[in-house]
């Protein structure tokens, strides 16, 4: 058998060869996540683009059809559920049946809401202590109150509502944030994302993700003619972009046919989606770094 040599200097080429020849591709920033809430069908395995996926408890889930949902759900109920998903890493609880805000006169009935959220976070933690888990009505949503002057009494009355979430603020693992779009004005949706998350630290210290849908709101306050319209590639970018900023990460949430009240089909070349994937890849160089400063 014959022996062959090579010398140090053709060793050392070789060793360097694929490092030269074959940069390697662009890696997601490990800081920042990406949760896939979407409800599309046939949509691909988003775990081969670093989009982790998260379970979304809807009203749907701890009521059967014709219950009232002006009580909480039955405690079998909220158990079943936390030891069915206790496998997971992260658990949404989105009901949204009970009012947040409002009452302007009859502060009780929030007091109550309160009172019936924190119920159910505490039946579902219980049972899944090991589950990271939040609450979709922490902060208050209201897209008006959040672009209003400091210290008008739209304002106040905005900031008393989330006071009055300050004990189960302190109470959950996660917050995520409502962060959806409603008119065309990039600076206005990134001034309102800012004054709910200046609202959420009053409260609450921990984890954050924002809420992205790439569709405009479906309904009031946005304009009929946005309405359900998809985002802009580079309004959406822009979004990505100051959630890396100002949190851990987003949720992604849509894939819903609100005309035919069913899943949407997966549509894989979606602007959207060809962006996320772009921002994924290029995180660090930012496109808008200094806009709506």
């Known amino acids: 058998m014959k022996k062959y040599f090579l010398s140090f200097k053709a060793l050392t080429l070789l060793i360097l060869l694929p490092v030269i020849a074959f940069p390697s591709k662009p890696q997601p920033d490990a800081t920042f996540r990406i949760f896939d809430g979407t409800i599309y069908t046939d949509k691909p395995d988003f775990n081969q683009f670093d989009i982790e996926d998260i379970k979304i408890l809807y009203g749907n889930d701890f009521w059967d059809k014709g219950d009232n949902r002006d009580i909480v759900p039955a405690k079998k109920k909220i158990v079943r559920l936390a030891q069915i998903y206790s496998d997971q890493r992260y658990v949404v609880l989105d009901i949204e049946q009970w009012p ?3 009452h302007k006169y009859r502060p009780w009935i929030l007091d109550n809401n309160v009172a019936k959220y924190t119920y159910v976070y505490e039946i579902f933690k219980s049972a899944a202590p090991n589950v990271k888990t939040g609450l979709f009505v922490i902060p208050v949503s209201n897209y008006e109150k959040s672009l209003s002057e400091k210290g008008s009494p739209l304002f106040e009355e905005w900031t008393r509502e989330n006071e009055r979430f300050s004990g189960l603020a302190k109470l959950v693992d996660v917050a995520f944030v409502s962060s959806y779009t409603y008119e065309e004005n990039w600076c206005n949706w990134k001034t309102s994302v800012e004054a709910k998350l200046q609202q959420l630290n009053h409260i609450y210290k921990g984890e954050i993700y924002l809420f992205l849908w790439p569709q405009y709101y ?30 851990n990460g987003v949720v992604v949430w849509g894939g819903w046919d609100f005309e035919n009240a069913r899943p949407l089909r997966w549509d894989g070349s979606a602007e959207w989606w060809h962006e996320t994937i772009r921002f994924f890849q290029d995180s660090q160089k930012p496109l808008y770094p200094h806009l709506c400063q």
């Open 100 to 102: 947040t805000q409002g």
């Open 218 to 247: 479906d309904h009031s306050p946005a304009p009929e003619h946005l309405r359900l319209k998809f985002i802009p590639r580079d309004f959406w970018r822009f979004q990505l972009e100051t959630a890396k900023r100002l949190a």
